[in-house]
């Protein structure tokens, strides 16, 4: 037997894996988004059209393209400044490379359980702010600005120790001699960053800005625990409340179908500057 047919074989139970896995849901559901929930004609194009009539849709399609862009900002910011500065060495820098990860390290469900509380109207963020004389604010209220920054700000606390991991790894593999011939040169600390590191970085800046990319669209637990469906509304959690609360397996599924072939989009560009990278 070929090495082909050997390694064809050996793929094969992969991939029945993800044709019952992936491919069945995924072709179900654009049949369901294009089935009309009332003749069971198909195609049909209603419940497409339903979605361009709910105000609480675009709604969430808004949501839906701020709220990761807000996060990844934060994310890659912080990302980059903490694997700067834990690149240093240190007495306890293996102590605090572990306090920064931890927050991934603890399942999601952990994590928003417990800022639940904290940002709870008698929560600990209130406690905190009320011992400097500040506040109460209330944090989670449906609708509000401070709401939607609070999402922003625990989905980025969560998921910013995987940008920290991939430029902590990048940035400890430039080489110090260049650091230092560049000090040598009369560089300063900004023109060292912004003419040898973040050049050098670039590769994995861009792979971390498309796995958080890709995976921030895909937002749901988090404005769904913290505030509810309508608090701060994304487009998973609209399909949910279509399917959850009204019963439109139809609506819901259309809902899908148009977040994924709106992420579908917008990580083309990032693909291909991860290739050009």
Not at 121 to 130: C, K, Q, V
Not at 269 to 274: D, K
């Amino acid at each position: 037997m070929s090495r082909r047919w050997t390694a064809s074989l050996l793929a094969m139970p992969l991939l029945a894996a993800l044709a019952i896995g992936y491919a069945y849901p995924i072709g179900y559901a654009l049949v369901l988004a294009f089935t009309d929930p009332i003749s069971g004609q198909v195609p049909r194009l209603s419940n497409f059209t339903d979605l361009a009539a709910d105000p609480l849709f675009w709604r969430a399609a808004r949501n839906n393209l701020l709220l990761p862009v807000a996060s990844v900002v934060v994310e890659l910011g912080v990302g980059l400044g903490l694997a700067l500065f834990l690149a240093l060495r240190f007495p306890g820098r293996s102590v605090l490379r572990a306090a920064v990860v931890l927050p991934f390290a603890l399942p999601e469900i952990v994590v928003l359980t417990i800022m639940r509380y904290v940002f709870a109207p008698r929560g600990y963020a209130n406690a905190a702010l009320a011992a400097l004389g500040v506040g109460p604010y209330d944090w989670l209220a449906p609708g509000r600005p401070l709401a939607w920054a609070t999402v922003v700000l625990v989905d980025a606390w969560h998921v910013t120790p995987v940008v920290f991991l991939i430029l902590l790894a990048a940035v400890s593999g430039i080489p110090d001699e260049l650091r230092e011939a560049a000090q040598l040169d009369g560089a300063g600390a900004l023109a060292r960053l912004r003419l040898i590191i973040i050049p050098l970085l670039r590769p994995a800046l861009v792979a971390a800005l498309l796995l958080r990319g890709v995976d921030a669209l895909r937002i749901f637990a988090t404005p769904l625990v913290l505030t509810g469906v309508e608090g701060v509304p994304v487009v998973s959690t609209y399909a949910y409340h279509q399917w959850s609360d009204y019963g439109s397996d139809a609506t819901a599924a259309a809902a899908a179908v148009a977040l994924a072939a709106v992420s579908v989009v917008l990580s083309l560009p990032l693909l291909r500057a991860r290739v050009a990278s």
